[in-house]
């Protein structure tokens, strides 16, 4: 059974800093392309970012909306996800998702999420 | 950045009930498009990917089509446990988008 979970959400102040991890099992970690998706509270879903496999160098991809603020990175022998989360805004403030990427990169399997607060 | 706009954002179905949620695309996206569900307080859960292709484990009474900017997600007979909001989502260019969301609700 695929599991997801997340872990590390909580309170920060804004221009704070904090670090999520995700800890997957039921799969070949390895082999999956992760994402990270964000809801903040009301709202709708947004993409945050993407790493890809060793195949691709571990390349990733972000929304413009944390590009050079969250970075994702991953350790396969771990079989772990993280986004360090520097220079937090208020609307950085959500519930944020590990989620693994199907072989034909769809979001397939979702954790359940760990909530964010940035506010002073 | 690709937009999809879903219609409508509210709907309101009775048990039973035949439904359909629409979403365009600002742009063609071939068939590279997913439907979710979301429960309150629960993650989102992949019904359809590839416009039409049904996610294991998902009840037939869910099924997509559409393809390049106009897609249809329908609940052939609406379940008690299918109140809830449905998102689509692009997977055809980054950034990856969703749209707005359609919340269906009991009458």
């Known amino acids: 059974e695929v599991q997801l979970v997340e872990s590390g959400g909580g309170l920060v102040q804004p221009g704070g800093s904090l670090r999520l991890s995700c800890t997957a099992s039921?799969?070949?970690?390895?082999?999956?392309?992760m994402d990270w998706v964000r809801q903040a509270p009301g709202k709708g879903l947004e993409w945050v970012g993407r790493?890809?496999?060793?195949?691709?160098?571990?390349?990733?991809q972000y929304a413009a909306s944390v590009n050079g603020r969250l970075t994702i990175s991953r350790d396969d022998s771990r079989n772990s996800l993280y986004l360090q989360m520097n220079s937090l805004k208020t609307e950085d403030t959500a519930v944020y998702y590990c989620?693994?990427?199907?072989?034909?990169?769809?979001?397939?399997?979702w954790g359940q999420g760990t909530l964010v607060t940035v506010s002073s | 950045d690709i937009q999809l706009t879903q219609s409508p954002s509210f709907l309101s179905a009775s048990v039973g009930d035949r439904v359909t949620i629409t979403c365009r695309a600002s742009?063609?996206?071939?068939?590279?498009l997913a439907w979710f569900q979301q429960k309150p307080g629960e993650a989102p859960n992949l019904l359809i990917y590839a416009a039409s292709t049904l996610q294991s484990g998902v009840p037939s009474r869910f099924s997509g089509s559409g393809s390049g900017t106009e897609f249809t997600l329908t609940i052939s007979s609406l379940q008690p446990e299918d109140f809830a909001t449905y998102y689509c989502q692009q997977r055809n260019s980054y950034p990856i988008t969703f749209g707005q969301g359609t919340r269906l609700e009991i009458k």
């Open positions: 039921g799969f070949t970690f390895s082999a999956h392309y």
């Open positions: 742009q063609g996206i071939s068939s590279y």
């Open positions: 790493t890809r496999i060793k195949a691709n160098s571990y390349s990733t």
């Open positions: 989620v693994r990427v199907s072989t034909g990169y769809y979001l397939d399997y």
